[in-house]
């Protein structure tokens, strides 16, 4: 069975653009979550997506914001970036079958560097 | 909120030798799941081992094993027989479980302990 995949690996962007990563999950896997990784702050959790829809959202500004398309694969955007944006960006999924917290398999993660 | 608190960024031992990892974590719930991942150098991160709140009984995994002190509210990660491939940061994750564990798909990580395995 495939992994969790993350499209592209690698991003360089200026400030004030806009940015979308993209992640398609394990097959079968209904949720997925996206966490930024960032030397000074950790792994932060930005949201979660479960049938298309947002569940749950971390405590980021709205330039962040997501989607999940009927196939489960999620796409990221982050608009008007700035340099704080520099993260490595984590994509995870999990069965969530309900009733019990299944484990969450991470993907490679995408590398962006704003300058 | 919940609170995860890893007290030792950094730590390193002998190749064959046993590690101890420490996580603390504060939260009002009563029930929740712990995790330790593992996040080699430019790889993916991997999960350790879960331990379930409401189970007495430490989650073992091969050479991994947990202390779990539900009172204390400590989560300690043990690493037997040390190998060079154990090298890596390893994280303590927290995440809520309710009746449904619906939307609670979140893990709240600590900082993380970078350990380090000398041949």
């Known amino acids: 069975k495939a992994g969790v995949t993350q499209t592209p690996r690698y991003l360089i962007k200026t400030r004030g653009q806009q940015v979308t990563l993209s992640c398609s999950p394990i097959s079968g896997h209904r949720s997925v979550s996206w966490y930024q990784q960032t030397p000074g702050q950790g792994l932060q959790f930005l949201f979660e997506y479960f049938s298309e829809t947002q569940r749950n959202k971390g405590n980021f500004p709205g330039r962040f914001s997501g989607r999940q398309f009927s196939n489960s694969r999620s796409e990221m955007n982050v608009s008007t970036l700035e340099l704080g944006d520099s993260a490595l960006y984590l994509c995870?999924?999990?069965?969530?079958?309900?009733?019990?917290?299944?484990?969450?398999?991470f993907g490679p993660g995408t590398r962006l560097t704003v300058t | 909120a919940q609170t995860v608190t890893q007290s030792q960024p950094e730590m390193s031992v002998q190749e064959a030798e046993t590690v101890t990892l420490s996580c603390t974590y504060d939260?009002?719930?009563?029930?929740?799941?712990l995790f330790w991942y593992k996040q080699p150098p430019s790889r993916q991160m991997i999960l350790v081992i879960r331990q379930e709140a409401y189970k007495q009984q430490n989650a073992t995994e091969n050479r991994f094993s947990v202390n779990f002190q539900k009172a204390a509210k400590s989560f300690s990660l043990k690493i037997s027989d040390s190998q060079l491939g154990d090298t890596a940061m390893y994280f303590c994750?927290?995440?809520?479980?309710?009746?449904?564990?619906?939307?609670?798909?979140?893990?709240?990580f600590g900082t993380g302990t970078r350990l380090t395995i000398i041949p």
């Open positions: 994750a927290f995440m809520t479980a309710t009746a449904s564990n619906f939307g609670n798909e979140k893990l709240t």
């Open positions: 995870a999924s999990s069965r969530t079958t309900g009733g019990r917290a299944d484990e969450q398999y």
């Open positions: 939260t009002s719930e009563n029930n929740y799941y």
